[in-house]
């Protein structure tokens, strides 16, 4: 069965440093997302793409965070300066279509802990 | 910000026992969607409910979504350890946008 895959799992860092999370969806599966899961929390949106282009990224904190899925397919976020309130897991979920009756899939996500 | 509230936070049965959990909202929902989510693992897709007073079951488990639409429960029979984790439910709303509810987590007594 087709998973969405992410890397690293795993990353610690310094604040103040710069981080990068990569995603690769399930092949054909045109939206993309990135939420962010605090401990304890349920996920919460960051950005959405729709092929190359952002659909939603009102959530994301854009003085710091960065996305972009620059040929419609695999994704990066990026944190520049990271800081201690961006510890999470970052997921990334892909979907075959559009609407928010659309089943979205997850990966496996990146926790961060920033030092 | 989260505007569907799931209660209880945290449930801890005996193994074989039932368990329930609840997500409200204050609006009318759109649809809702169920996830399970493992200790370290990511969410996974259960069920979607979309109709009024709407009922769907697999296996142990059943979903219900309210007649007004704003209330939506997971209820499991007979729970086993397999059962183990949080549970979420998520407003469908937008174009493809989910908001999760703080999730229940779900611990079983073996």
């Known amino acids: 069965e087709a998973e969405v895959a992410q890397s690293p799992r795993y990353k610690i860092t310094e604040k103040s440093q710069a981080v990068a999370f990569w995603c690769d969806p399930i092949s054909g599966h045109a939206t993309l997302y990135w939420y962010r899961q605090i401990l304890g929390q349920g996920p919460e949106l960051l950005v959405q793409f729709q092929d190359e282009s952002v659909v939603d990224d009102s959530q994301l904190p854009k003085d710091r965070f960065s996305a972009e899925r620059l040929k419609g397919v695999d994704s990066t976020l990026k944190i520049q300066p990271a800081e201690l309130g961006d510890s999470a897991m970052y997921l990334c979920?892909?979907?075959?279509?559009?609407?928010?009756?659309?089943?979205?899939?997850f990966g496996p996500g990146t926790r961060l802990t920033v030092l | 910000g989260q505007q569907v509230m799931q209660i209880p936070q945290y449930q801890h049965v005996q193994e074989g026992e039932d368990f329930t959990t609840y997500c409200n909202s204050s609006t009318t929902l759109s649809n809702i969607q169920w996830y399970k989510q493992r200790p370290g693992g990511h969410p996974v897709f259960l069920i979607q409910l979309v109709k009024s007073g709407e009922v769907k079951k697999q296996k142990r488990l059943t979903f219900q979504f309210g007649e007004a639409k704003k209330n939506s429960s997971l209820h499991i029979t007979a729970t086993q350890t397999t059962d183990v984790g949080t549970y979420f439910c998520?407003?469908?709303?937008?174009?493809?946008?989910?908001?999760f509810g703080t999730g229940t987590r779900l611990t079983v007594i073996p």
């Open positions: 998520a407003e469908g709303r937008g174009a493809n946008n989910l908001f």
């Open positions: 979920a892909s979907s075959l279509g559009s609407g928010s009756r659309t089943t979205q899939y």
